[in-house]
T-cell receptor, first 114, second 114 residues
Framework: KAGVTQTPRYLIKTRGQQVTLSCSPISGHRSVSWYQQTPGQGLQFLFEYFSETQRNKGNFPGRFSGRQFSNSRSEMNVSTLELGDSALYLC?????????????FGPGTRLLVL | AQSVAQPEDQVNVAEGNPLTVKCTYS??????LFWYVQYPNRGLQFLLK??????LVKGSYGFEAEFNKSQTSFHLKKPSALVSDSALYFCAVRDTGGGNKLTFGTGTQLKVEL
């Protein structure tokens, strides 16, 4: 099976712009989660989607949003970008067939805000 | 709220020697614990997880982890380190509130030297 794919892999934006990142989960996986990784804050949970519904949300401002489509693909959007949004954004998917699922991560999208 | 701590920012070990990367956790309820590894400019790769049962969990690439309930620890181990094991290692705990939210430790940089 192909792994989790994320597009684009690299992105440069300027402050005030908005950005949309895409994640395609492993085939058959229904849960998609997003994480932000920065040197200062480490790995932080953004949100999780399951069956097109947001199931969990981390402590991020409303500028961060996401959605999931019927084919389980997910997008996250960041509006009004700030310099501090520069980070590696990781997407993870899991099948949701058992009690404690393993999440499989994609390679990430590296966002640089200038 | 659950949390994990990785007390060592960096661990140095000689190739062929055993390695240990430490992790302690704090959860209310059953702990569901994970280890992931990250190579430069890559996403996270799953190594192993503890759900219940045997305290010694075997994972990928020869890694194993020892769950110790009384010490609330979940240390990652490998009997014989390889230079190729040099990477950033993360311990994580799953949220007890349901869903797939993971709370990660700050990471431990493992350096294996010849």
């Amino acid at each position: 099976k192909a792994g989790v794919t994320q597009t684009p892999r690299y992105l440069i934006k300027t402050r005030g712009q908005q950005v949309t990142l895409s994640c395609s989960p492993i085939s058959g996986h229904r849960s998609v989660s997003w994480y932000q990784q920065t040197p200062g804050q480490g790995l932080q949970f953004l949100f999780e989607y399951f069956s097109e519904t947001q199931r969990n949300k981390g402590n991020f401002p409303g500028r961060f949003s996401g959605r999931q489509f019927s084919n389980s693909r997910s997008e996250m959007n960041v509006s009004t970008l700030e310099l501090g949004d520069s980070a590696l954004y990781l997407c993870a998917s899991s099948p949701m067939t058992g009690l404690v699922e393993t999440q499989y991560f994609g390679p990430g999208t590296r966002l640089l805000v200038l | 709220a659950q949390s994990v701590a990785q007390p060592e920012d960096q661990v140095n070990v000689a190739e062929g020697n055993p390695l240990t990367v430490k992790c302690t956790y704090s959860v209310s309820g059953n702990p569901y614990l994970f280890w992931y590894v990250q190579y430069p400019n890559r996403g996270l790769q799953f190594l192993l997880k503890y759900i219940t049962g045997d305290n010694l969990v075997k994972g990928s690439y020869g890694f194993e982890a020892e769950f110790n309930k009384s010490q609330t620890s979940f240390h990652l181990k490998k009997p014989s380190a390889l230079v190729s094991d040099s990477a950033l290692y993360f311990c994580a705990v799953r949220d007890t509130g349901g869903g797939n939210k993971l709370t990660f430790g700050t990471g431990t940089q493992l350096k294996v030297e010849l």
